[in-house]
Structure formats: C-alpha cells, structure tokens
C-alpha cells in the first residue's frame, strides 16, 4: 500500500474475499481517530486463525528519559508534565513521590499535603476520565463518528458531561492555576496552597455533580450494549490498605503480584516480540498484564467512597456480571464509577479541608535512587530517577500505562478477530477500532518509550 | 506581518477548521476540548472538518484554518506539513512546540543518536531528525499562538476574529505587566526567585506562577523585544545563578526560539569557559 500523504492521512483498508478455499481478510486502519496520539492498527486473519496483529505506535519520540539528564531534580515534574497533556497530573506526581524518595524526605510529606494530592488527582481522573468516555468512547456505542454528532441525539448528555469534565478541570486549576500542565505542585508538596473562599466556591458544583454523574452513570449503564469479550486477565494496580488507589500503595495483581514500589522495575521486563519492534511489558516469567480503571476497580473495588460504592449492585445487575468484571468494555462503567468516587472524594477533603501547616516539606538535593508509580488515569505511571550530589539528574526511566497495556490490547485483538469474521469488513473494522478505544490508549505518554514500526510491513502485502 | 491573512478572511457560509497534531502531547488540541461551554457553540458556528484526536469523519480538504499542534521531529512530518499547508487556507500554529520546538527541541543541542541509544534497545528502527523544529522553519504561517499549552481564550479569540474579519486581538506585552496590574508581590524582588516574567509574553492567565508563590518559568516564550542581558546580569550578580542555571532556565519547552536560544547558547559558551578554567 502506497502512504498517502493526504493531510487526514487517515485511510481504512479492508481486504476481503474467498480465494480458493482460503480467506484472508486484512484490517488495517492508517491513523486511530479518538485516541490521544497518533496510532495504527493491522490485523491480518487467515482459514479462521490470526496471522498478525499489530498496534503500531507512529508517534515520534520524544527522548524524555535522555533529555532529562543534566536537568535540576526541582524542574523534572514541570518537564514530565509534558509527556502527557491529558494527564499531566499523573507524570507530576509520580516524579515527586520518586524524587521525594531520592532526596530522603519521602516520610516526611505531611498527611495534609497527601489530602491534597489525592484532590490534585481526583481532578484529573473526572476531567480524563470524563473526556474518554462521553467525548472519545461513547460516540462508539451510539453508531457516532464524534461527540459533535453524537450531540445531536444524546445532546443533554453532551452538555451534562462537559459541565462535570469542566469541573474536574477545575479542581486541578484551583491546586495548579490550569488544567494542562498546571504549574502548583512541587517535590515536597505545593508551591502554594488554596485558600478558604476558593474551596467555598467549588464546593457546591462539586457536589452537583458527585449526583449528576451518579445519575448519568446508572442511565448509561441501561442503555449501552457491551461487546461480549469475557478473557482472563492480570489485572496490576497500586493497592493501598486504607483508600482506593491514587498515590500510595504496594503494586499487587490478582494473580499473585505483590511488591513495593522499588521492586516494581525488576517485576516486568519488556520483551521484543516478533511482529513488532515496539517494546511490549509483561511481568517477568507470566506475560502481558492490564493496568487501568478496570483493574484498580477489581482490585480495590471494597475502598470505594460510599456514594459510588452504593451504585455498584446496580451497575453489576445492569450488566449482568458480579466483579470481578473481566470483560474490558466495562471499563466505561469503572470510569464512571471513579468518577463519582472522585467527586465523593474531593467533596469530603474540601468540607473537611484546613490548610496545611506548610506548603511543602523543604528538599536538600544529595544523590539518591528514587522509584514510585501512582494511578494515572489509564492506570500505573512508574517512575525511577538516579540524582547526583547537587540535584543534577543521572538518569530517568518512565513506564507509562499505555505501554503496559499494548500487549494485552493486541492479545484482544486476536481474541476478538476470531469472533468477527462473519461480520462485514466495515462492521469488523468499526469493532476493532472500538476495541482499542476502549482502553483510553495515550499514545502520546507511551511513545517516548517504544520503538517506531512506521514504514515496515506494509498493510498490502499478505502474502 | 503574521496575522493578515487572518484580516483577509471573510466567508459566507461556516468557517472550516481543522487540528493537525505534530510532535506534541496533545495537550493544545485538547484546549479546544476544554472549551466546554464554548466547545457546542464553536460546532454550530464553525465546521470542524478534520479532528482526528475528536472524530472519526473523513477528511475533506481545503479548510479555511488549520490549526497545527507540535514540532516537525521525523522525515514523515516534513513532508506532512507542506501537504497540509496546501490544503489550508489559513495556517495557525497552536502551542510551544509548534512555534518554538517545544521541549523536544533540546535535541538540537545533543546527539540524537545518543540520545535514541538511551531511550531504545534497538535504536536503529527510531526514525528521528536531528533536529525538533518550528512549523515556521518548514511553511508559511500565518499566525502563532503561543504557550504550552494555549490558552482556550485565545482560541476562542482568534476563531471571533476569523469570524467577524478582524485582526485578533492577543496581547504581547512581558508577564511582568499583568503580574503587577494582579496586585502580586514580585517573588524576585520579595523572595529572591529567579523569574523570567521580565522577558516572557503574558498569556498563561493571569500570571500563574508568581500567583502560586513562584518564578515564571517562560511557558508562553518571548515577549516582543526582551532585553535578556539584562535580566541575565541580575540573575547572575544578585540572585546568584551561574552559567548553568542560565542555559538550562532558558532551554525548557521554548528555548529554541530568539531571543531565548540566543541567550542560551552564550550562557552555554560561559559554562564552557568555566569548566575548561577549572580543568586547568
């Protein structure tokens, strides 16, 4: 196939068609509409078996983990912000906790300014969460190319979601002025703190819509028809004894993973696989794993805040499946779930809220070796960083979620493939799509850590 | 003068807006999706033609303003970018990496294949320019919106403006005027933080940083004609920065843009001189 170098550059392919008694059908679509970054997929079936299945990352690199050497450790969370402008927050606060380790201070962050990081975070997962599922994903289950035209139809959801994504960005906006890259945290806590009539100010929208999205979230839950996918996954997530999974916790899996933050890096490995040059992660000796909403909901599902907690049987019966829910496209409905919680949650810290003694907790710079991974939005966000004695950065190493989660989006491709053979190429196309959308994939965040396969293998040539 | 075209468009029917995304982390398109409460009202007025991080339609060129996200940083992008400015009208660039290089821009002072044999296994599939550059290094554009990220205000500007035929109405005067008209107390003068709000163009809304007790870090780039010496003599004298400090303050998301990259590379040449003194 010849790159068309259109400026939509966003063409579909579907080959199909009986030769002999062999049927080949490949599916290729040039650039993924709706995911944050820029991605393929090509999937090749053959006499009912699957040939090749790709997800290719034509992202460019960024080189972060290069450039960040030689930097100052107080400028790495302003930097690593910009891996990722959907979850900024995520890439900040896993930098501050590893380099809160690194420098010796970790203990000493006050439990005041942890309140306020889970706040910080809570903002981030309403406003991506939110932007996913009603303005990326939903289009999907309505038969809509976009949320313009979804609109149309589902236009008062349309205006309910973005006024509650509007108030996630606003959480984020009260602790760091703006919802990209906001500028307030620092290692060791905030540069500043909010004060008492902006909390009084946002409290009312906030709880608002804790009840709004409860109400939409039940609604959608009726009327959404799930693909059946049903796998059995490892689903890894932080694990924490007392709150559902933000900042802190143990890494554990529901098939025996169970190690502290430092262990992490030797837990996985990333393997080289034979139809890709892009790195995939798997947890050493097992293999591919799922990291995300669905996972921390599995995991931690009894942490919940009450006030989502309580729609949870609804939503199980609504669907027809008790947790754990191992179909992945009910990561609509965890996302839904974590937002309410999110809400809940901000709505408690706020009422409850008295400022902190300090803004943050003063940081010496010394060489140090720091690892942490908090829950971005798409799930684990991992981070190592060696310092030298004045604070200049040795080295940098970042696994973000989608990374983790490519294998497995790769592994349900060829699960779903076998299923969809009956269907038109159209129809098997549009479910494959749907498919990796499901997963939030943030190609952006990922890519400075895989390789490219952009120009190999072109998508016609099935031999 | 960038900005004429932007005069010179008139239209009857609804104005055809497309996102392009480059090297970036979508953090500028996804301002226009932080639009909300203007996100429905900018669809009715505008046709939103090409948003491939929003929608699944086809494309359908020609489109009166294409709004182009991130640096050119692969042989792919250099050739996208002249396609697209045929197919549009009008070319805006929207953020720090489009119009300045962005913070990917620091491979033009490294070795990229160093920097690729750090980050990847297998290096010899990266396929990487050199170097991270501005969309202005490549086409003619029209206008620059600057920050990282934009400002959702000045999108919604900048589209008024296309609308009505009028110039946009986007300010270019230093943070530090909007930071004394908020009534903050200067963190340099005050707390002896070396700010960069003397020589970076307003934009951010409303001079975020020294609201949150700290130094502008330059996000929105250079104001029109800052006087860097300056600031840098302060710096250096008073607030006790070294050569070091100097470079790496000006080399972050728009360090690949003059006066910033100018500045920088004397600093860098000053570290240099200082290291080599040390050797001896």
């Keep these: 196939m010849s790159k068309k170098s259109n400026a939509g550059r966003k063409s579909k392919k579907s080959e199909g068609g009986a030769v002999g008694r062999r049927r080949t059908r490949t599916i290729h679509v040039e650039a993924l509409a709706r995911v944050e970054g820029e991605g393929a997929l090509h999937l090749v079936t053959r006499d009912g078996r699957v040939d090749e299945v790709q997800l290719r990352i034509f992202e460019p690199p960024r080189f972060y983990e290069a450039f960040l050497r030689g930097r100052d450790f107080r400028e790495v969370p302003d930097i690593v912000a910009r891996i990722c402008g959907i979850c900024p927050v995520a890439y900040q606060m896993s930098a501050c906790h590893a380099l809160e380790r690194a420098m010796g201070v970790f203990d000493e962050v006050d439990p005041a300014i942890r309140a306020l990081r889970n706040l910080f975070y809570c903002g981030e997962w309403i406003e991506s969460h939110v932007l996913h599922m009603f303005m990326l994903h939903l289009p999907d289950f309505f038969g809509c190319e976009s949320v313009f035209s979804m609109a149309v139809d589902h236009g008062d959801w349309v205006r309910r979601s973005l006024r509650i994504k509007k108030t996630g960005n606003a959480i984020v906006a009260m602790l760091g002025g703006r919802a990209v890259h906001p500028v307030g945290a620092c290692i060791g806590g905030f540069h500043r703190l909010p004060e008492r009539r902006e909390i009084a100010a946002l409290l009312p929208e906030l709880e608002f819509c804790r009840d709004d999205m409860a109400d939409l979230l039940l609604a959608l839950a009726g009327e959404v028809t799930f693909p059946e996918l049903e796998r059995d996954y490892e689903f890894v997530s932080l694990s924490a004894d007392d709150e559902y999974p933000m900042n802190l916790g143990r890494i554990k899996s529901n098939k025996g993973l169970d190690v502290g933050q430092d262990e992490f890096g030797g837990a996985i490995e990333e393997l080289q696989v034979p139809h890709s040059t892009a790195l995939h992660a798997a947890i050493r000796g097992r293999g591919a794993y799922l990291v995300g909403p669905l996972a921390r909901l599995n995991l931690n599902a009894e942490k919940l805040h009450p006030r989502a907690a309580e729609l949870l049987p609804k939503l199980c019966k609504a669907v027809g499946r008790r947790l754990p829910w191992r179909n992945n496209y009910f990561s609509l409905l965890a996302r839904g779930l974590e937002v309410v919680h999110s809400f809940a949650l901000a709505v408690d810290l706020l009422a409850n809220y008295s400022p902190p003694e300090r803004a943050f907790v003063p940081v010496a710079p010394r060489a140090g070796l720091g690892r942490h991974g908090t829950e971005a939005p798409r799930g684990l966000c991992w981070h190592e960083y060696r310092t030298e004695s004045d604070g200049t950065i040795a080295l940098a190493r970042i696994v973000p979620p989608t990374s983790q989660n490519q294998a497995m989006i790769e592994d349900d491709l060829g699960e779903l493939a076998l299923r969809i053979e009956g269907l038109s190429d159209e129809e098997a196309t549009f479910q494959c799509e749907q498919l990796i959308r499901n997963y939030d994939p943030c190609i952006s965040c990922s890519v400075h850590f895989l390789n490219l396969t952009r120009g190999q293998g072109d998508a016609g040539e099935v031999s | ?280």
Aim: charged content about 25%; hydrophobic content about 35%; some cysteine.
């Design chain 2, 1 to 280: 003068m960038p900005g004429q075209n932007v005069d010179a468009l008139r239209h009857n029917g609804k104005l055809k807006l497309a996102a392009f995304k480059f090297t970036s982390c979508d953090g500028c398109q996804l301002q226009i999706l932080n639009l909300e409460d203007d996100l429905l009202a900018l669809a009715e007025v505008t046709e939103i033609a090409f948003f491939l991080e929003a929608r699944r339609q086809e494309p359908s060129p020609p489109y009166d303003i294409g709004f182009v996200e991130g640096s050119i940083s692969t042989p792919e992008e250099e050739e996208r970018i002249s396609q697209i400015r045929r197919e549009c009208k009008t070319l805006i660039t929207i953020g720090a990496c489009a119009t300045s290089g962005g913070i990917q821009a620091l491979r033009n002072w490294a070795d990229v294949e160093e920097f690729s044999r750090c980050v990847y296994p297998r290096p010899e599939h990266i396929a990487a320019l050199a170097t991270a550059t501005p969309i202005a290094a490549h086409v003619f554009v029209d206008y620059e919106l600057r920050g990282c990220p934009i400002n959702p205000a000045d999108l919604v500007e900048l589209v008024s403006a296309a609308l009505a035929g009028r110039r946009p109405n986007i300010a270019t005067h230093s943070l530090c005027v909007e930071c004394k008209r908020s009534g903050y107390p200067c963190v340099m003068v005050a707390q002896g933080k070396p700010c960069l709000g003397p020589v970076t163009q307003v934009g951010c809304g409303g001079a975020l940083c020294p609201h949150h007790n700290r130094a502008c870090y330059g996000c929105f780039g250079p104001m029109e004609q800052p006087n860097m010496a300056s600031l840098g003599q302060w710096f250096t004298s008073r607030l006790g920065q070294d050569a070091r400090d100097m470079k790496r303050m000006l080399r972050l998301f728009n360090g690949y843009i003059e006066p910033f990259k100018q500045a920088s590379d004397r600093y860098e040449q000053e570290e240099q001189r200082g290291k080599k003194k040390q050797e001896k």
